[in-house]
Each structure stands twice: as C-alpha cells, then as structure tokens.
C-alpha cells in the first residue's frame, strides 16, 4: 500500500517541490527587462530647496563620471558637493552633492547614483536633459524604483505594499502601521509559518519515502498532527483580528444617524471643523449621504452624514432615507444622536433599547454610539435627572451628552469617538496582538492557507501523500503573499498606485 502511494504520488510530488523551492521571484526578474538604466525625481515636484534626481542601473557608474567629471567614483554612500555639468555640451548646469551605491548595497539591489540638486525646475529639468543624452538611459516609470527592489529579492509583496501605503499615509497610526509592515513584520510571521510548514512537509515526505524500510516512527504523524494543529490556531487567531489592520489602512466608516433636526449635521460641522453640510431648523435638509474623512487621534475616520430618519411620501427624501440605513448598515461605528428633549419624555433605558428596533438599521452587533444633543435646551432640573438616568442605565451601548451649540460635552464625545475607533483598529486590551494584515489581498492568501490545513488535518491520519499535497498547497497560499509565487498577475495592480520616483 505505501509503496503504491510513493509510486502515485511522486509525479505529483516533482511538481509540487519544483512549485514551491524554484524562486518565481528570481525567474521573473530574468524575463523582466531591466537592462536599462532608469532617472527620476524621487523628491516632490515643484519648487524646493533640494531636489533628489536618483538613477538606477548599471549606467549609473557612468552617469557620475561624466556629470561630475570625477577620474574615479566617490567613496561609496558617503555625500560628495561637485558642480554638474552636461557631458555634451560642457555646459556647467549647478552644485550639487553627489552619493553613489555600488550593487547589491542600494534600495532597488542595482548600482545606483543620487544627484541632489537645485530645486528649481530649471535646474532639474536641464539635468534631466543631460541624462536623457546620455547612451542607455530612460525616465522611470511609476513605482519603477520599487519594482527593481522586488524583482532583485530586496523587498518582498507584503514589504512593498507596505512603503506604498507609508507614501499614502495620511494619519499617524496608519503610518506606524505601514512602516511596520515595511519593516518585515508581516513578512516576518508568514515566513515562520512557512517553516513550520516546510518542517512538517519534510517530515511527511520522509515518512512516505522511508517510513517502512527505514522503520520510521509513526509517532512523526503525531508530532506533525501538533505542529499543525498549534500552526491552524496560530492562522485563526491573525484571520479572528476583526479585520482591524484592513481598517486602520482603509478608513473606519462611521455613520451619523437619527430622526431629522437632531443635530445630526451640526455634529459634522462641529466634527471637520467647517460648514460640510448645511445645518437648518427644516427637517429633511440633508437628502443625501455627505462624506467627509476626518484624524481623529491618529485614526482615519471616513464619516457619512445622513437624512434624517423618518416616514415620508417625499420620493426623493425617502430615498435619502433609504441611503441611510443603507450607510447605518455598513457603517463599522454607528452615531445615533438623539434630541434631549425628546428622552426628558420616556425612561432613557427603554429608550436606547429600543433605538435598534426604531430605525431598524443597525446590526446588534455594530459597535454604537448614543449622543444626546441640545442639552442646553435643558432645565438644570432636567438636566439632573439625565445624569441620574445616564448612571443607572442598562444598556450596553455607550451614551454621551453634548449640545452642538455650546460645544458643551464635546470633549467628552470625542474621548468616546477616539477610544471606539481606537479598539476598532487596534483592539482593545485583550487583543492577543497588533494586526498584521493590512489588506484583503492578504486575508485571501492566508484564509486558503487556512483552509489547505483544515483539509491537512482531516486526512492526515489516513491519507499522508494527500495530507502532505495540503500541505504544500497551504505553502504556495504563503508564497502568493509574499510574491515568490504567481507575483505577475498582480505587479501592475499593486505599482499602480506608486508615483513616478519611487
Ligand atoms: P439634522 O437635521 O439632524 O442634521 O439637524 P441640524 O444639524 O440641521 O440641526 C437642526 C436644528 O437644530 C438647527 O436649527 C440647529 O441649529 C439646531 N441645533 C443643532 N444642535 C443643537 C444644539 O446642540 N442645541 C440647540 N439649541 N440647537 C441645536
């Protein structure tokens, strides 16, 4: 039977351990055409103090000599002031400093000369000129730079999506998050998972191939039914993150919802500290869903304000309405905010019970914040037994009060604000670990991992020849992250939000 299965399976097994030990990374950059050698402004365009032309390839040796006249290359990676001059023309073109990176020691792995310029545009320009006449040369495309690193093994998928949201970053946190990711961290946990998997793999090959004739102990199977199990709960644990690391990347959407003229609209006034959306005593002003994004602590905040929720035979009022709930629905955090005059009249518990059930379109589930605004429209009288209320109110929904007038209550409201979005994207205290994937392309390749696992786990007991393809599969799922396998389909997608430069 087990000489069967070796025989069944080595056709199989060839193929699969030519799939995942060749380096598609290393093929592909062989059948990539990278002999040229490529120039860009890697700083701003635009007047400037200092302007970085950088350029890469094996020209770049050359591109010093001639601009700088220099009879030997400058020390590497140390700065050097010269003049620049166009080797053509003689014309001396401004005074620059100069570094030179000698392969493999640069950020595309090529050798690799900065010119720091002028930054002027006509400086910048007449030395781009100078480089153009030079044999060899050609202006980078965008995200060139980057994909020269990739292709020569300097950086690998997940390291250069996360430079490309660092260049995006807008917000603090985010850009803690991409500079963590830039700096191997997913890399790092997928490439331990790999190992783990190449562990067990080997393991199994070596039970199949030699199990009977080399009296292998069947306890191997028990040991690699362990790893696998610890290694599945360890994937579970990253793909149960809520999401968090796709949400600090992305933007938390948070909806203002609410009956009309509750203040729904001044909040969001009050919130991006501009006019965004007229504030009017008519109900049924705001028809459409208004967005604006806003930092708050550090967190991009993508807020929806919404048409005031109501029964209506107004056509396009009420497809506002529809829209709202319709944002309420995919909202990761919900605002509901409420008229205090309104909750003086009924028990503040009952109330905020009920609000799921008023509006039908929050998700019990959602994360939802309560604001009771126009609180000084308040008597103190009033106001006293809305505190005693708040106190003893049973609800698990978070609820504050404000007045958008006063601004009363405001800081308070954004504490909340901060500490909601906080947990939503970096969890909260019992959060076993700060997230690592960034985005659904991630979650995709790690969620089939997963599952080749699962399948691994299930037939492992039975079937080892089947159990081990699983495995293998799970290890290309990993590759596919990282870019060591099947990376062309997705090269232009992922460099075609990176500018020209880098
Ligand atoms: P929306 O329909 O829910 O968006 O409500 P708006 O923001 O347009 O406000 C409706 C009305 O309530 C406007 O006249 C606002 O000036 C008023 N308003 C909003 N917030 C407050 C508040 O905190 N106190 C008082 N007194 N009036 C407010």
Same mark, same amino acid.
């Given at each position: 039977?087990?000489?069967?299965?070796?025989?069944?399976?080595?056709?199989?097994?060839?193929?699969?351990?030519?799939?995942?030990?060749?380096?598609?990374?290393?093929?592909?950059?062989?059948?990539?055409?990278?002999?040229? +050698?490529?120039?860009?402004?890697?700083?701003?365009? $635009?007047?400037?103090?200092?302007?970085?032309?950088?350029?890469?390839?094996?020209?770049?040796?050359?591109?010093?000599?001639?601009?700088?006249?220099?009879?030997?290359?400058?020390?590497?990676?140390?700065?050097?002031?010269?003049?620049?001059?166009?080797?053509?023309?003689?014309?001396?073109?401004?005074?620059?400093?100069?570094?030179?990176?000698?392969?493999?020691?640069?950020?595309?792995?090529?050798?690799?000369?900065?010119?720091?310029?002028?930054?002027?545009?006509?400086?910048?320009?007449?030395?781009?000129?100078?480089?153009?006449?030079?044999?060899?040369?050609?202006?980078?495309?965008?995200?060139?730079?980057?994909?020269?690193?990739?292709?020569?093994?300097?950086?690998?998928?997940?390291?250069?999506?996360?430079?490309?949201?660092?260049?995006?970053?807008? +917000?603090?946190?985010?850009?803690?998050?991409?500079? %963590?990711?830039?700096?191997?961290?997913?890399?790092?946990?997928?490439?331990?998972?790999? %190992?783990?998997?190449?562990?067990?793999?080997?393991?199994?090959?070596?039970?199949? #191939?030699? $199990?009977?004739?080399?009296?292998?102990? #069947?306890?191997?199977?028990?040991?690699?039914?362990?790893?696998?199990?610890?290694?599945?709960?360890?994937?579970?644990?990253?793909?149960?993150?809520?999401?968090?690391?796709?949400?600090?990347?992305? $933007?938390?959407?948070?909806?203002?919802?609410?009956?009309?003229?509750?203040?729904?609209?001044?909040?969001?006034?009050?919130?991006?500290?501009?006019?965004?959306?007229?504030?009017?005593?008519?109900?049924?002003?705001?028809?459409?869903?208004?967005?604006?994004?806003?930092?708050?602590?550090?967190?991009?905040?993508?807020?929806?304000?919404?048409?005031?929720?109501? #029964?209506?035979?107004?056509?396009?009022?009420?497809?506002?309405?529809?829209?709202?709930?319709?944002?309420?629905?995919?909202?990761?955090?919900?605002?509901?905010?409420?008229?205090?005059?309104?909750?003086?009249?009924?028990?503040?518990?009952?109330?905020?019970?009920?609000?799921?059930?008023?509006?039908?379109?929050?998700?019990?589930?959602?994360?939802?914040?309560?604001?009771?605004?126009?609180?000084?429209?308040?008597?103190?009288?009033?106001?006293?037994?809305?505190?005693?209320?708040?106190?003893?109110?049973?609800? #698990?929904?978070?609820?504050?009060?404000?007045?958008?007038?006063?601004? +009363?209550?405001?800081?308070?409201?954004?504490?909340?604000?901060?500490?909601?979005? %906080?947990?939503?994207?970096?969890?909260?205290?019992?959060?076993?670990?700060?997230?690592?994937?960034?985005?659904?392309?991630?979650?995709?390749?790690?969620?089939?991992?997963?599952?080749?696992?699962?399948?691994?786990?299930?037939?492992?007991?039975?079937?080892?020849?089947?159990?081990?393809?699983?495995?293998?599969?799970?290890?290309?799922?990993?590759?596919?992250? +990282?870019?060591?396998?099947?990376?062309?389909?997705?090269?232009?997608?992922?460099?075609?939000?990176?500018?020209? $430069?880098?």
């Amino acid at each position: 039977m087990l000489f069967r299965r070796i025989v069944v399976n080595c056709g199989l097994r060839i193929v699969s351990i030519l799939r995942c030990r060749s380096n598609p990374q290393q093929h592909f950059a062989s059948s990539y055409s990278n002999k040229s +050698t490529i120039y860009a402004l890697s700083s701003a365009p $635009g007047k400037s103090g200092v302007a970085v032309i950088r350029v890469s390839g094996d020209e770049s040796a050359n591109v010093i000599m001639k601009m700088t006249r220099f009879q030997t290359l400058p020390k590497p990676r140390h700065a050097t002031v010269t003049n620049i001059f166009n080797h053509h023309s003689g014309e001396h073109l401004d005074k620059a400093m100069v570094i030179w990176f000698p392969r493999p020691h640069s950020f595309t792995g090529e050798d690799v000369c900065e010119l720091h310029v002028h930054g002027g545009n006509a400086v910048v320009s007449s030395i781009f000129r100078a480089l153009s006449e030079l044999p060899g040369l050609n202006h980078a495309e965008a995200g060139e730079y980057t994909k020269r690193a990739f292709l020569n093994g300097k950086l690998d998928l997940t390291e250069v999506e996360g430079l490309g949201d660092l260049i995006h970053a807008e +917000t603090e946190e985010q850009r803690k998050q991409a500079l %963590k990711q830039m700096d191997g961290l997913l890399k790092s946990v997928v490439e331990t998972w790999g %190992k783990d998997l190449l562990n067990c793999l080997a393991h199994l090959e070596a039970y199949i #191939d030699f $199990g009977e004739d080399q009296h292998i102990d #069947d306890d191997v199977i028990d040991d690699v039914t362990t790893k696998i199990n610890s290694l599945a709960a360890q994937i579970q644990e990253h793909l149960n993150d809520k999401r968090r690391g796709e949400l600090l990347r992305s $933007g938390v959407r948070l909806a203002i919802v609410g009956k009309p003229n509750v203040g729904k609209s001044s909040l969001l006034n009050l919130l991006t500290t501009k006019q965004t959306a007229i504030v009017s005593p008519i109900a049924g002003t705001t028809r459409d869903v208004l967005q604006s994004t806003i930092d708050v602590n550090g967190f991009p905040v993508i807020i929806s304000d919404t048409a005031g929720i109501r #029964d209506t035979t107004d056509v396009i009022e009420s497809e506002g309405v529809r829209r709202a709930k319709e944002a309420a629905l995919i909202a990761d955090l919900v605002i509901f905010v409420i008229d205090a005059m309104e909750i003086i009249q009924s028990n503040l518990t009952t109330y905020v019970k009920s609000i799921n059930k008023q509006l039908d379109c929050i998700n019990e589930n959602q994360r939802t914040l309560i604001v009771i605004n126009k609180i000084d429209l308040m008597k103190s009288s009033q106001m006293e037994i809305l505190k005693s209320s708040l106190k003893n109110c049973d609800s #698990d929904m978070m609820v504050t009060t404000l007045s958008c007038t006063t601004q +009363t209550g405001f800081k308070q409201f954004l504490n909340d604000l901060s500490n909601q979005v %906080k947990i939503l994207c970096l969890g909260d205290d019992s959060s076993p670990f700060s997230p690592s994937l960034t985005q659904e392309r991630h979650r995709a390749h790690v969620a089939n991992c997963f599952t080749e696992l699962c399948h691994c786990q299930s037939v492992l007991k039975d079937d080892v020849v089947i159990a081990a393809e699983h495995l293998r599969l799970a290890m290309n799922n990993l590759g596919k992250l +990282t870019g060591k396998i099947g990376a062309e389909d997705i090269l232009d997608v992922i460099f075609r939000d990176f500018c020209i $430069g880098k």
